[in-house]
């Protein structure tokens, strides 16, 4: 039998079931609205997906989006969702040549374990006491700046008020983050580290004077009030599982297969126009929170594209038989990838590699991390895989612009991957080829997508994991009341391309849920 077609009206459309659009249709329809999700794909979650990537093998990989920081513990509670989260003992590991031996940096595992890591690669406590100064000032400001994501913006004065530290405002949100850095920090690992979160996702250099890094940066140390990044149980499909039932269970309508090719508006009641494989329908609604990214709003609506994103990362997934022995044996693997494992991350190669992508080049030396999530969380692990002592490890590569794949995406891709793992390797003891699990039809368990995959694969513009530029978290002109508004009164942007979007945060659809709430 035919999936039956949607009915005509709703109080709300929802366009896109990514995590950011069911949350909007969990919370509407917990509300008593009438809402429809529609969704082009054949399952809902978006970027934030579970999936078995590996032919004949169990194991489910947060396969785009992996790690939980900006979620609010208030829409798990709001919504009521079966989630959790599991914390990691160790932040990250750095390894390093110096003086010719092997070496590292080990953050986490208590305090006395990370002064005395400290000690042993800068020689001294400054750098250690250094690094307690810097991150106390950020836990103090994502203490004050967090709870307001999900509030009517501030505005740019309110928020200052709100964080009460003049020096930490000019450190995040006047000067380059480079500036702060390089004030505080006089190991080049160090400071390497420290600048790795204004990076992620955004191709930009520690002095870009548009500050991109910064809005980048303040994300990554703000989520949850702590700046922690926690492993989802189950996986990231988990998190957007629970955000469907949810949504489900209080009425809302599920349509898969169908995209939206259209959307009419008049202010006050709006008609979406959608595709299946084989017709073409019409809905309308009162309001329509799009889910998508700000250039596929402006193809739905008619309306002026904004300036084209681009996306800066390469993701690799992979399946280990075992985690490979370091060359570093002062620091047991399990500790070592069980955090985020930085390679080829120094201050000055991050320069280096921004550079040379900068002038068209691949890195030479490919800045990344990793982590294992089921060194955290087992439970992505079938019986099986779990029984023979494979894990997963999950690769993000920093300075890889779209650009420089646009000649032959798989050839680059390829020759990214080499080398990547090249700089990985110059740190084990033994090659991580020799650690891969293989498929059911004996190839070897990795993939890897680069900006180019991710828009094709996603429709994220450019391969941007935030659909465009991360945007400061206070009003701007134009931005209106929750940072989601548009110019059609009744349809609004749910997506990670809302002011306060970017990362895994469901922020952006509760306050488009909270917009018509508030105007019904």
């Known amino acids: 039998m035919p999936p039956r077609e949607p009915s005509r009206t709703y109080d709300a459309v929802i366009v896109g079931g990514g995590h950011n659009g069911l949350v909007a249709a969990a919370y509407l329809a917990r509300a008593g609205r009438s809402v429809l999700v529609l969704e082009r794909l054949d399952h809902t979650g978006g970027a934030a997906v579970s999936t078995r990537p590996f032919a004949g093998v169990d194991a489910r990989l947060s396969r785009y989006s992996y790690l939980v920081s900006l979620l609010p513990r208030k829409i798990v509670r709001d919504l009521g969702l079966n989630f959790r989260v599991r914390g990691r003992t160790i932040s990250s590991y750095t390894p390093v040549e110096r003086a010719g031996r092997p070496a590292g940096l080990l953050v986490g595992g208590g305090e006395r374990r990370t002064r005395e890591a400290f000690a042993r690669l800068t020689g001294g406590t400054r750098e250690y006491e250094a690094w307690q100064r810097f991150y106390g000032m950020t836990g103090r400001v994502a203490q004050r700046v967090f709870p307001t994501l999900t509030e009517p913006l501030p505005t740019r004065e309110e928020l200052r008020r709100r964080v009460d530290d003049e020096a930490a405002w000019r450190a995040l949100f006047e000067e380059p983050i480079g500036v702060a850095i390089e004030e505080n920090f006089d190991d080049d690992l ?54 469907a039932t949810a949504a489900r269970e209080a009425g809302a309508v ?233 110019r059609h009164a009744n349809v609004l942007l749910c997506g990670a391309g809302a002011v306060r979007g970017g990362g895994v945060s469901g922020v952006p659809g509760h306050n488009a849920a909270m917009a018509v709430l508030e105007r019904d």
């Open 190 to 243: 160090v400071r390497g580290v420290v600048l790795t979160d204004a990076l992620i996702g955004t191709f930009a250099d520690a002095h870009d004077a548009s500050l991109a890094q910064n809005r980048c940066f303040l994300y990554h140390v703000i989520g949850g009030g702590t700046g922690t990044w926690d492993v989802p149980v189950g996986g990231m499909g988990a998190l957007t599982d629970a955000l």
């Open 254 to 486: 599920f349509a898969t297969g169908h995209e939206a090719v259209r959307i009419d508006t008049d202010g006050r009641s709006a008609e979406v126009t959608y595709r299946t494989a084989d017709a073409e329908g019409t809905v309308t609604a009162a309001h329509v929170l799009v889910g998508a990214s700000p250039q596929e709003l402006a193809a739905l609506t008619g309306d002026p594209a904004p300036a084209p994103a681009e996306g800066a990362q390469l993701k690799v997934n992979m399946l280990l038989k075992r985690l490979p022995r370091l060359r570093d044996t002062d620091v047991d693997p399990r500790e070592a990838f069980a955090g985020t494992f930085h390679i080829a991350e120094g201050y000055e190669q991050l320069a280096t590699a921004h550079a040379q992508a900068s002038s068209g080049e691949l890195p030479a030396a490919p800045p990344s991390e990793i982590y294992c999530h089921s060194l955290t969380d087992p439970s992505i692990l079938g019986p099986e895989p779990a029984d023979r002592g494979y894990q997963t490890l999950t690769l993000f590569g920093l300075h890889t612009p779209a650009r420089l794949f646009t000649r032959d995406n798989d050839a680059v891709r390829d020759e990214l991957l080499k080398s990547t793992l090249a700089q990985l390797d110059a740190h084990l003891a033994e090659p991580l080829a020799d650690c891969l699990a293989v498929d059911a039809d004996g190839r070897p368990c990795i993939e890897a997508k680069t900006p180019l995959d991710l828009e094709h694969d996603l429709r994220l513009p450019g391969g941007n994991i935030f659909h465009r530029a991360l945007t400061w978290p206070y009003a701007q002109e134009d931005t209106g009341r929750w940072g989601v508004e548009t």
